[in-house]
């Protein structure tokens, strides 16, 4: 069971630079989420979406932006990376019902130089 | 607006005691779930347990037992005969039951068990 796939696992980026974190999830999932985790800041919550077509913003949402076109899949980009965004990032998924745990991806450490 | 507290940054325990780990939240919703997860050094979130706001008995599961104390609001993890592999972040984490919202987090504990 694959469940949620992250990808990359480490990824250093230059100042300025972009890209895409992918998160995949094959438990028809209709909740997925991006969190990043910093030390002494727990994890906090960047976008969520609770289905195909909706997000929306959580606690740090600037300089990244999320689309949800399909139940499986939830990218994070990032537009120009920044220092300060130097962290651990999280993909999670569960079903809608508030009852059920989430799953977490295995994690992406990025690094902004 | 929601809020998870978790006040104690890290806490050292003797092997083979019990831990109590605290989580206290606020929320405005009248029905919502409460979720502990475990983040052992390798990275990974491991999803320990789960206690619902109109669950009338303590949730337990294993040696993690959750004391639920709804007018305090606090939602405290207890570890019972603590092991060495129980060192690890732990976080408290909550959602609303009746509507479609996000998860929160709290900040975590940092775990240490003593030989």
């Known amino acids: 069971n694959a469940g949620v796939t992250q990808t990359p696992k480490f990824q250093v980026l230059k100042t300025g630079q972009s890209m895409t974190l992918q998160c995949a999830q094959d438990m028809n999932h209709e909740y997925m989420s991006w969190y990043r985790q910093d030390p002494g800041m727990g994890l906090r919550l960047i976008h969520y979406?609770?289905?195909?077509?909706?997000?929306d913003q959580g606690e740090v949402p600037n300089g990244y932006n999320v689309s949800r076109s399909t139940t499986e899949d939830f990218p994070l980009r990032l537009l120009s990376a920044a220092p300060s965004q130097t962290s651990v990032y999280f993909c999670?998924?569960?079903?809608?019902?508030?009852?059920?745990?989430?799953?977490f991806g295995q994690g992406t450490r990025l690094t902004v130089v | 607006a929601q809020k998870i507290t978790q006040t104690q940054p890290g806490m050292f325990v003797q092997e083979k005691e019990a831990v109590t780990l605290d989580c206290t939240y606020d929320t405005s919703d009248p029905s919502y779930g409460l979720f502990w997860y475990k983040q052992p050094s390798s990275g990974e979130m491991i999803f320990l347990i789960y206690?619902?706001?109109?669950?009338?008995q303590n949730a337990t599961e294993g040696r993690y037992s959750l004391n639920f104390q709804k007018a305090r609001k606090s939602a405290n993890l207890v570890i019972s005969a603590s092991q060495l592999g129980d060192s690890a972040m732990y976080f408290c984490a909550m959602r609303p039951l009746n509507r479609d919202d996000k998860i929160i987090f709290g900040k975590g504990t940092r775990l240490h068990i003593l030989p």
């Open positions: 999670a998924s569960s079903y809608r019902e508030g009852f059920t745990e989430a799953f």
């Open positions: 979406s609770v289905g195909a077509g909706i997000t």
């Open positions: 206690q619902g706001s109109y669950d009338q």
